[in-house]
């Protein structure tokens, strides 16, 4: 399992898009810094297909003012979390 | 685990420097070992030993400091990356003719082995970009 990080917010180019066709079925991913945008009601349909495997960083949500405004199935997780995350999985990628 | 952190990214110029800083903070939190912070590309800023930020704003250059100073964590900046941005240690000013020096322990200027050879030897190299 690879571990994918995005920082970038899902209208500054297309990271977004890349990271989601470049991932293998058992793969996570994690929205970090501004990816944490992504993790909008109104985005939800782009990761319908990652039920159970897509989480989304505390610290930069609070920090935006977004906390509580996710839709179900991102899974909050803080810098801890983070860790847990990159211990799990074999390989860590980061997109920005 | 062995863990290494890669920082690209300038400080204050984009919030990878502070997400590495607080990630290394809890990789250590967790009972692993943290290797080295390796600043590459504009990371290297992250060096700077002149950085006098307001106070009342995160203090990135003393948080890298301590965090070698209190967990043992070496911290290794590309030679190549630092130079060209006027980031030069007493030696390599010495060496280039110049009257000040921008760089001291514990940031130490390397080759980018020194990145290979983390990724070859630590089980996590995780990457802070812009």
């Known amino acids: 399992m690879i571990l994918h990080v995005v920082n970038q917010a899902p209208d500054a180019g297309r990271t977004l898009e890349q990271v989601l066709s470049a991932m293998a079925d058992d793969d996570c991913l994690l929205l970090i810094e501004d ?3 992504g993790a909008m009601p109104t985005l939800a349909a782009l990761f319908t297909a990652l039920e159970g495997r897509r989480y989304v960083l505390r610290e930069d949500l ?35 | 685990m062995r863990y290494a952190i890669l920082v690209l990214a300038a400080p204050y110029s984009h919030q990878a420097s ?11 939190a ?20 002149l950085a006098a930020p307001p106070q009342d704003e995160p203090q990135l250059l003393d948080g890298w400091m301590n965090l070698s100073a209190e967990h043992d964590v070496a ?8 130079l060209r941005r006027g980031l030069m240690d ?3 000013a010495a060496r280039h003719g110049k009257s000040g020096h921008s760089v001291e322990p514990p940031f130490e200027l390397v080759g980018l ?18």
């Not at chain 1, 405004?69 to 390989?91: C, S, W, Y």
């Not at chain 2, 911290?75 to 630092?82: G, N, S, Y």
């Not at chain 2, 082995?113 to 812009?130: A, P």
């Open chain 1, 35 to 37: 990816g944490v945008v």
């Open chain 1, 62 to 96: 609070e920090s935006r003012g977004l906390l509580g405004r996710q839709p179900e199935g991102f899974a909050i997780v803080d810098i801890d979390g983070f860790v847990n995350l990159t211990e799990e999985a074999a390989k860590t990628v980061s997109w920005y």
């Open chain 2, 18 to 28: 502070h997400s590495a800083l607080r990630f290394a903070h809890a990789v250590l």
């Open chain 2, 30 to 49: 967790r009972g692993h070992q943290l290797d080295s912070v390796f600043f590459y590309h504009d990371g290297v800023c992250n060096a700077a030993r």
């Open chain 2, 75 to 82: 911290l290794q900046v590309c030679i190549a990356a630092a």
């Open chain 2, 90 to 92: 007493e030696r390599e």
């Open chain 2, 113 to 130: 082995g020194q990145l290979v050879d983390l990724g070859l030897g630590c089980d996590r190299l995780i990457t802070f970009g812009t």
